[in-house]
T-cell receptor, first 116, second 115 residues
Framework: AQKITQTQPGMFVQEKEAVTLDCTYD???????LFWYKQPSSGEMIFLIY??????QNATEGRYSLNFQKARKSANLVISASQLGDSAMYFC?????????????FGQGTRLTINP | DTEVTQTPKHLVMGMTNKKSLKCEQH?????MYWYKQKAKKPPELMFV???????INESVPSRFSPECPNSSLLNLHLHALQPEDSALYLC??????????????FGEGSRLTVL
């Protein structure tokens, strides 16, 4: 079965510092996608970055990069030069074919707080 | 601004009421989803529509009834709900197909309170 694990319930970081949010996953499928979403207090899930299981290079999107280590089954999110607006809940998610249908399964999330 | 629009943003209903949540997208996506999210928990998948047909029902109680009238609209009909059904209901869409690429685009959610 597919499983996503985020082991950091909460993180506190000083503004302008880099932060790494951990995510490990488990799947027996060779084809899968890994996503990171940000959820501010307003509730909307905001897509940040995507990594495909066959992608050779780590994904990057502006200040966000994904440290993909396939052998270790980890897909950590790195946010460079953190800003106060980065304070939010962050979810790692995996998309795969489960029981013949596409599903996106979320980890438990990490609440990130950026301190001024 | 989100390209997936959900209405209403807030809904308070009694256990005997019948109400509906509405979701609309105009990105030409062919897969649409309902997720339920309790406080401080991750979203949990409820239903998936692919090409306007229900493809996944995650054993959701029948008091939740989804409907996909066309490729742009997704409704969730609510009837005889329980207080424990109070949650944020998120709608999402994606391009569809059988690949695992392509992100889901989420709406801002409908926050439901059942009294």
């Amino acid at each position: 079965a597919q499983k996503i694990t985020q082991t950091q319930p909460g993180m506190f970081v000083q503004e302008k510092e880099a932060v790494t949010l951990d995510c490990t996953y488990d799947t027996s499928d060779p084809s899968y996608g890994l996503f990171w979403y940000k959820q501010p207090s307003s509730g909307e899930m905001i897509f940040l970055i995507y990594q495909g299981s066959y992608d050779q290079q780590n994904a990057t999107e502006g200040r966000y990069s994904l440290n993909f280590q396939k052998a270790r089954k980890s897909a950590n999110l790195v946010i460079s030069a953190s800003q106060l607006g980065d304070s939010a809940m962050y979810f790692c998610a995996m998309r795969g074919i489960i029981q013949g249908a596409q599903k996106l399964v979320f980890g438990q999330g990490t609440r990130l707080t950026i301190n001024p | 601004d989100t390209e997936v629009t959900q209405t209403p943003k807030h809904l308070v209903m009694g256990m005997t009421n019948k109400k509906s949540l509405k979701c609309e997208q105009h990105m030409g996506h062919r897969a649409m989803y309902w997720y339920k999210q309790k406080a401080k928990k991750p979203p949990e998948l409820m239903f998936v529509y692919s090409y306007e047909k229900l493809s996944i029902n995650e054993s959701v109680p029948s008091r939740f009834s989804p409907e996909c009238p066309n490729s742009s609209l997704l409704n969730l009909h609510l009837h005889a709900l329980q207080p424990e059904d109070s949650a944020l209901y998120l709608c999402a869409s994606s391009q569809g197909g059988t690949g695992v690429t392509g992100e889901l685009f989420f709406g801002e959610g409908s926050r439901l309170t059942v009294l």
